[in-house]
């Protein structure tokens, strides 16, 4: 494959796909919190706090639920390429839907509308984010030591795609009209298939559906065949998507467990049949193992990060002095932080690692969580003392949250990267997406807890703020597992 700045081609098609399609995802969700709890007068959805972050709860949750779907729909049929297409469709459908949402004529039709955009985007998402992460995989060979460094490069790419869309989207959602920064989000997210489309032949084989061989001479675009087969899945897909909003609008008024439990245990037991018949031999279940094992790790750091679009966003909307002279700040922007600080900090962390690799002394993944989960709950001490103080009827200084954020930043730095890569390195070669999706699903569990924390605290443990809380489960988890990764090093067997 040709080199370009010495990683593969592809990697730039990728990069600017993921950074298009996370201009549109957080632009959508810097706003939504707010959107949701602003009042009808101002053209928000009036909602209470705690509704909002229900909703804000089931939504990234299911978000990133569904890239199990994605990811065995890909890997078992259509590739990586027509999923990443299909999800950029419905994902664009559903901005565009928000949008509308704030426009049409009542309130039952307005939340309607809210509704489908979400629920356009949970499957949109499905179908794109695991399977963009996992072809990058598939551009290095299997030892490839570039393979760590190209996905801290694509991790850029989603940051700088996040840091630009709260301050456009976000902006113009908060300061113009909710429907522009949705329609914004979803114009976005054109340009990223747009992009997607014309750089496929950037990509060689990657991405191809299970057992399609290019020839040579073959170009590996898109043929008419591809193009029928798409806009019949996507057709399907879009009558699944109604078929499931209309359970999901019943379930708001009616007690959920009963649905969400059989759906539960019929998907746990299908991805543990996936998994169990394409997992051969010793060393694939002690990879496989470890993937579980990280995976829950992995909840304990996203469910306190992903305060960001919820706590943290209303945080900054009602405890920080947001006047700068006569310039009100916007909410938004403060979405922007931690994704500039990546784009700052990515290269000195790539450069740190194979520093430290030069030396021996580069930490192995889970000590790399351990890290990860520490800058975590650092993040949330420096938050629990801006609450102090805020708490005596100050609006504090912006500088707090910027500290928080870099924190987290460093967290995010030392796990988010080396984790998407640790799954293409240690799956089963014929279910990476999949198991990238059981990535995406332990974030998914992380990201419910996020918008609920609050309220089971409020609930169980009314003493407990949220913040001191998740300083103690941040260190916790960092301590187990840094005692037990000596013991998950041996079982990644012979992989850093
Ligand atoms: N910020 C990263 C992204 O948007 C990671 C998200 C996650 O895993 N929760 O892709």
Known sequence: MTKSYNHPKGLMALFFTEMWERFSYYGMRALLVLYLT??????????GRSNALEIYAVFTGLVYLTPLLGGLLA???????????????LMAAGQFTLAYSQVAANLPERENLLYYGLGFLIMGNGFFKPNISTIVGQLYQENDPRRDSGFTLFYMGINVGAFIS????????????WAWGFSCAGVGMLLGLGWFISQASKLGTAGLPPKRV?????KPILKASDWLGI???????????VIFLNTWSLLGKQPRSTITTIAT?????????????????KTQWSRVAVIFVLCSFNVFFWAGFEQVGGTLNLFARE???LMLGNWEIPVTSFQSIGAIAIVIFA??????????????????????????LIFLGLGFVVISLANNLANNGLLISPLWLVAVYLLHTFGELSLSPIGLSMITKLSPPKITSIMMGVWFGSTALANYFAGMLETILQRHLPGMHLFNFLVITSFSAAFVLFIISPILKKMMKGIH
């Open 75 to 89: 890997d078992k049929y259509l590739g990586q390429r027509k999923s990443i297409l299909i999800g950029a469709l």
């Open 265 to 281: 245990v019929i998907g746990a037991t299908a991805l543990l049949y996936i998994i169990l018949s394409n997992t051969k031999g």
């Open 38 to 47: 602003s009042t009808l007068i101002s053209g928000g959805m009036g909602m």
């Open 231 to 241: 806009i019949a899945i996507t057709v399907t897909t879009l009558i699944l998507v």
């Open 166 to 177: 709260p301050l456009i989207a976000g902006t113009l959602g908060e300061k113009v009209g």
């Open 319 to 321: 405890k920080v002095n």
């Open 347 to 372: 290269p000195l962390f790539s450069i740190l690692w194979s520093g430290l690799s030069k030396i021996k002394a580069n930490p192995n993944t889970p000590v790399k969580f351990v890290i990860g």
């Open 214 to 218: 290019v020839a040579k001479n073959e």
